[in-house]
């Protein structure tokens, strides 16, 4: 069977407060009204569309917004509403950055390593710390509770904590499965099929050039302890520098500039620091059957990638072994980027044979596509057996959760609004429904006091 794709629902709180440093449409936005039932919605019908092309689909939870605890670490105190009155009075930032809907992102959940690739034969799912922006350094105890609410058998998953931030003085920042592209030899990228890990970090020490504009979020460091932690074969793992240029261009994370899937590796062709080398690497570690098809400078301005998200659309193997890229839909306003899909599709050389553009417009103005949405997870028929099912979606699920979305979410929501505790007490309520619908069991703060 081919990879689960594990979309994360948009929270209640889903908002546009610009916290994401280098992350251009996140900036371009802040402080707008936001939609959040639209962009749940928007989710869900992602999901549906994937699930419709023969891909088990399934979904992670969001998290729980505002987060209290992080406030009463800093010092606040007395009942949620005071919390809630005194920090938006002293410091609305942070109460933004408590607020922030961002574990949608699932691409950032964690780094996936299947079973058919690690020395014990288990998978291996190693929680990203993502230390470098406070709004999402909070996400990743809960992420970790949720994905062993999904992997629950531990004869056959490995889920890991995050790294810590600094271990014998090496910087350890690493931001999941969006610098993280598994290969393989063929257009089939399942569990049964064994895989090339291509990890692409923004700095190390030995690094000629470095971002100047916007931070280096991913270290090679944090890189390599992943592939040690997931038991990986060194000569399956290729290390890559991601563009100096591309960083400072707004192109925060590997998967806004590059896609991979089976046999296929779709990039602009300044993705990499050191494109040749890059190239011959993957060529070396996964044969003559790869295929890189890149997008020339002249086709796509970076500029052009960063506004259309292009690279930041998912590239999935069909039942018939064929390829789609699901686009986000601003794709379709730029006739460039058209082109440039065509000229790809149009050639026999790669599997690719039809481009679906989705509308993730809520998720996109706030810097994350299609791609960012998901966490890839390669399993077997037999691994995806010992999977939460309810956790799996299908007609009847996706049913249910509309009706949730519709039922626990406002349709509006402007930065203001975060201060409210009655958004808080709905938001907790509709998370601990959420729990029951998915057999999740108590995953969160407020359930655990």
């Not at 609410?149 to 969006?178: I, K, P, Q, Y």
């Not at 602009?268 to 890149?294: K, M, N, W, Y």
Request: aromatic share 6%.
């Amino acid at each position: 069977m081919p990879e689960v794709n594990f979309d994360g629902i948009v929270g209640a709180t889903h908002s546009y407060a610009g916290l994401s440093y280098g992350n251009v449409a996140s900036s371009r936005n802040q402080g707008a009204q936001s939609n959040p039932r639209s962009a749940a919605l928007q989710g869900l019908a992602k999901m549906e569309a994937v699930a419709a092309l023969g891909i088990v689909q399934g979904v992670l939870p969001p998290h729980e917004r505002p987060h209290l605890p992080t406030l009463r670490a800093h010092g606040y105190s007395g009942s949620d509403g005071d919390v809630l009155s005194k920090v938006a009075h002293d410091d609305p930032v942070l109460l933004a950055r408590v607020s922030s809907a961002s574990a949608m992102w699932t691409a950032n959940a964690a780094t996936v390593m299947p079973a058919c690739d690690t020395r014990d034969g288990r998978t291996h799912l190693v929680t990203a710390n993502l230390r470098e922006m406070f709004h999402r350094a909070i996400e990743p105890a809960v992420t970790a509770r949720a994905l062993r609410a999904v992997f629950t058998d531990d004869t056959r998953f490995h889920v890991h904590e995050a790294l810590s931030g600094n271990r014998d003085a090496m910087n350890f920042g690493d931001e999941g499965a969006a610098n993280h592209t598994r290969l393989t030899r063929s257009a089939q990228n399942g569990g049964e099929t064994a895989g090339i890990h291509l990890f692409v970090y923004g700095t190390a020490p030995e690094c000629a050039r470095v971002p100047t504009q916007f931070p280096a979020r991913q270290t090679r460091a944090a890189s390599e302890r992943i592939a040690q932690l997931g038991g990986l074969d060194p000569a399956s793992c290729v290390y890559a520098q991601q563009s100096a240029d591309c960083i400072d261009a707004g192109v925060f994370h590997n998967d806004v500039i590059c896609v991979g899937n089976g046999n296929l590796l779709l990039c602009h062709e300044a993705a990499f620091e050191d494109r040749a080398r890059t190239h011959a690497s993957l060529r070396h570690a996964v044969g003559d059957a790869l295929i890189i098809t890149e997008i020339t400078q002249e086709e796509l301005t970076l500029d052009e990638a960063v506004k259309s998200y292009l690279f930041n659309s998912q590239l999935l193997t069909l039942v018939d072994g064929t390829m789609a890229l699901v686009c986000p839909i601003e794709c379709q306003e730029f006739p460039r980027v058209c082109a440039a899909i065509e000229r790809v599709i149009s050639d026999t050389a790669n599997p690719l044979r039809r481009a679906i553009f989705i509308d993730v417009r809520e998720s996109m103005r706030n810097g994350g596509g299609p791609a960012c949405l998901r966490l890839r997870v390669p399993l077997t028929t037999a691994d995806l057996n010992c999977v939460n099912p309810a956790m799996i979606v299908n007609a009847e699920k996706l049913r249910q959760l509309r009706d949730w979305v519709t039922r626990r979410y406002r349709e509006t929501l402007m930065p203001m609004d975060l201060a409210d505790p009655t958004l808080l007490r709905e938001t907790r309520d509709g998370l601990d429904e959420l729990t029951r619908l998915l057999s999740m069991g108590n995953i969160y703060d407020f359930q655990r006091e």
